[in-house]
């Protein structure tokens, strides 16, 4: 069985977009997806999907949460080999301190890097860095201060990515090898 994992962008963020993991788990298993588990309340599922390729399983949630919930959500579905693959090109992984301030953006779009390329190029100042599948942005000042962490939820690339915590991504990676 293919483990693969969902991140939904904006969903139980603030007030808006609102879903109790236990309905997202059972939305997961009514679509045929086993072993499915929900980390944290932010709409992380890590789930086993046998042969169903990542993207046609996005394309099947985003549906499935927009018809049963009434939320609408950017939905990105990746291997967890393609997580293990985002964990070791962190060019910042040595130099964590506090892992609540580095961020990993997962494109939803891998192969719309442009917007990320010019982000680096506005702040280079920040260390921010662009991998094969998500980019990366070290917060030392925190989350607040970082101007790309800004500009990542704002309109020029928010529906082009969904960012983790390292945290949050560690844990990920962990529930996806159980």
Same mark, same amino acid.
């Given at each position: 069985? *293919?483990?693969?994992?969902?991140? /939904? ?20 298993? =009514?679509?045929? /997806? ?8 932010? +709409?992380?599922?890590?789930?086993? &999907? +046998? ?6 399983? *996005?394309?099947?949630? &985003? ?6 919930? +009434? !939320?609408? *959500? ?13 964990? *070791? ?7 964590? =301190? =506090?892992?609540?301030?580095?961020? !990993? +953006? /997962? ?20 260390? /921010?860095?662009?991998?094969?599948? &998500?980019?990366?942005?070290?917060c030392d000042g925190g ?32 529930? &996806?090898?159980?």
């Amino acid at each position: 069985m *293919a483990i693969q994992i969902a991140l /939904f962008r904006g969903i139980n963020v603030g007030k808006a977009k609102r879903i109790a993991m236990a309905e997202l788990k059972a939305m997961f298993e =009514d679509l045929g /997806f086993s072993n499915v588990r929900t980390l944290l309340n932010s +709409g992380n599922v890590v789930f086993e &999907a +046998g042969r169903s390729a990542p993207a046609a399983n *996005a394309a099947r949630i &985003a549906a499935a949460l927009a018809e049963r919930t +009434g !939320v609408s *959500a950017n939905t990105l579905v990746l291997q967890a080999k393609a997580l293990d693959v985002v964990v *070791a090109g962190n060019p910042f992984a040595e130099r964590i =301190d =506090d892992p609540s301030r580095m961020l !990993v +953006g /997962f494109y939803i779009d891998a192969s719309d890097r442009a917007p990320f390329e010019a982000l680096r190029r506005e702040f280079p100042d920040e260390s /921010f860095a662009l991998g094969e599948h &998500a980019c990366y942005l070290r917060c030392d000042g925190g989350i607040l201060e970082s101007r790309i962490a800004d500009a990542l939820g704002g309109s020029k690339v928010r529906d082009r990515v969904t960012a983790r915590n390292w945290a949050t991504v560690s844990k990920l990676q962990s529930l &996806a090898a159980a």
